[in-house]
T-cell receptor, first 109, second 116 residues
Framework: GQNIDQPTEMTATEGAIVQINCTYQTSGFNGLFWYQQHAGEAPTFLSYNVLDGLEEKGRFSSFLSRSKGYSYLLLKELQMKDSASYLC??????????FGPGTRLSVLP | NAGVMQNPRHLVRRRGQEARLRCSPMKGHSHVYWYRQLPEEGLKFMVYLQKENIIDESGMPKERFSAEFPKEGPSILRIQQVVRGDSAAYFC??????????????FGDGTRLSIL
């Protein structure tokens, strides 16, 4: 079976750093994707990891450990507009995604 | 470059009616995916299509739901005899190839289906 787990909700303060964890157990692995989804809007692509290690892209970084089935998304210098759901997704067969439940992040002033 | 276009954005149907949701993929994309998102839940895969072919429909309910991606025109997700439990946001995504090539799927803005 396919299982992806994330915390349901997180809260952080503007300007702070937050780490959103994702653990996965899937029948196959072709990389791990992170998406951001604002309420009522389409998910938008944030990052992709296929090798172990950290990928940095501006204020956002994503880390992967394949041996541990673990990834995290790191958001620095939080802004109010970062309040959104963050979705961890794995395409086991290289085609459709299996999504985690999403982590709803609230950024407080 | 137009993104993935879905219409309508909002659709209201009464129980027993039919719902048709349309999706035009991004230019150059030949792979289309449909996902359903129930309130307060994650996205769940329904069906994966390429032009004129259903590749994987393992996430699609066996009854009342069907999907197509004709040679010409948009992909259509069709729900017959809708029930209250079909109320959800339906997202379409497209990609130029399989995700092994690290091409992310691009999502449309979704169709919010409400069943009265």
């Amino acid at each position: 079976g396919q299982n992806i787990d994330q915390p349901t909700e997180m809260t952080a303060t503007e300007g702070a750093i937050v780490q959103i964890n994702c653990t996965y157990q899937t029948s196959g692995f072709n990389g791990l994707f992170w998406y951001q989804q604002h309420a009522g809007e389409a998910p938008t692509f944030l990052s992709y990891n296929v090798l172990d290690g950290l990928e940095e892209k501006g204020r956002f970084s994503s880390f992967l450990s394949r041996s541990k089935g673990y990834s995290y998304l790191l958001l620095k210098e939080l802004q109010m507009k970062d309040s959104a759901s963050y979705l961890c997704a794995v395409p086991p067969g290289g085609q459709n995604f299996v999504f985690g439940p999403g982590t709803r992040l609230s950024v407080l002033p | 470059n137009a993104g993935v276009m879905q219409n309508p954005r909002h659709l209201v149907r009464r129980r027993g009616q039919e719902a048709r949701l349309r999706c035009s993929p991004m230019k150059g994309h030949s792979h289309v995916y449909w996902y359903r998102q129930l309130p307060e839940e994650g996205l769940k895969f329904m069906v994966y299509l390429q032009k004129e072919n259903i590749i994987d429909e393992s996430g699609m309910p066996k009854e009342r739901f069907s999907a197509e991606f004709p040679k010409e025109g948009p992909s259509i997700l069709r729900i017959q005899q809708v029930v209250r439990g079909d109320s959800a946001a339906y997202f379409c995504a497209s990609s130029p190839g399989t995700l092994k090539s690290n091409q992310p799927q691009h999502f449309g803005d979704g169709t919010r289906l409400s069943i009265l």
